[in-house]
């Protein structure tokens, strides 16, 4: 029984055995690398080969695809709370420096007030004794 395969990689004669050797090379070790290689069976020999599955490269590709994705998110994310913060920020400020012109147009408003009500106090006694000068005129 010939268990030579053309691409000089080891040959097993089973998947289990393919299998159970692969167990052998992870053990004690990790990584991507290790973690990607699989058993398939071979289309120039027939036996089987550890080597790297299209299929698994393919989901580790898309997993890291999605943590890449889910990163930049969550950086968005980030970026649009810190820009939110900065807003926030900003309107206290305004508020903060708006806050004595306002009291200070109340207090001015309040004088205002005043004025108009000493006013009105005026035109009342001058109504008074514009009104006392004529009724002592006319009872005369
Ligand atoms: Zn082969």
Redesign the pocket.
């Known amino acids: 029984m010939n268990r030579n ?3 000089g ?1 080891n ?1 097993y004669r089973t998947e289990r055995e393919a299998l159970n050797d692969l167990k052998r090379v992870r053990h004690g070790h990790s990584g991507e690398n290790l973690r990607a290689l699989n058993a398939y069976q ?6 089987f ?1 550890l080597g790297h599955s299209h299929e698994k490269i393919r989901k580790q590709r898309r997993a890291a695809e999605r943590k890449e994705d889910r990163r930049l998110r969550e950086r968005a994310e980030q970026a649009g709370r810190a820009i939110a913060a900065d807003e926030r920020r900003a309107a206290q400020k305004v508020v903060r420096e708006l806050a004595p012109i306002v009291a200070a147009e109340r207090e001015w408003l309040r004088l205002l007030a005043d004025q108009a009500q000493s006013h009105a106090e005026n035109l009342r006694a001058i109504h008074r004794m514009v009104d006392e000068h004529f009724s002592r005129r006319d009872s005369t």
Do not use: L, M, Y
């Open positions: 395969c053309p691409t990689k040959v071979c289309r120039a020999c027939g036996w080969h």
